[in-house]
Nanobody, 126 residues
Framework: QVQLVESGGGLVQAGGSLKLSCAAS????????MGWFRQAPGKEREFVAA????????YYPDSVKGRFTISRDNAKNTVYLQMTSLKPEDTAVYYC???????????????????WGQGTQVTVSS
């Protein structure tokens, strides 16, 4: 199993930037595809970004494409989510997730990820 711990959340003004980190432990980090999801109060969990085990393949929904960037450093067992041009509607708890993968795929559905972090709050003020 892999354990995930997110950090980097906080309060930021609209138009600002924030970089989230997710540190993994327990297994070989490069054995896992990674994803970021978010959930706002009263709303369903939403896919935000995904990357393959190498980080060479990434995928984003239209809602964040061009504003968010997922990256990973396998030597540091960490995946990042760089968020720019933040909007109030980006306010949510952000979660990272992991799924074992050796084919270089990305995954966009929450149920495809068996391992989750505890989440970090991001609040964007208008």
């Amino acid at each position: 199993q892999v354990q995930l711990v997110e950090s980097g959340g906080g309060l930021v003004q609209a138009g600002g930037s924030l970089k989230l980190s997710c540190a993994a432990s327990g297994r070989t980090f490069s054995d896992y595809a990674m994803g970021w999801f978010r959930q706002a109060p009263g709303k369903e969990r939403e896919f935000v970004a995904a990357c393959s085990w190498s980080g060479k393949i990434t995928y984003y929904p239209d809602s964040v494409k061009g504003r968010f960037t997922i990256s990973r450093d396998n030597a540091k067992n960490t995946v990042y989510l760089q968020m720019t041009s933040l909007k109030p509607e980006d306010t949510a708890v952000y979660y990272c997730a992991a799924r074992a993968d050796s084919w270089g795929y990305t995954y966009t559905l929450g149920e495809e990820y068996p391992y989750w972090g505890q989440g970090t709050q991001v609040t964007v003020s208008s």
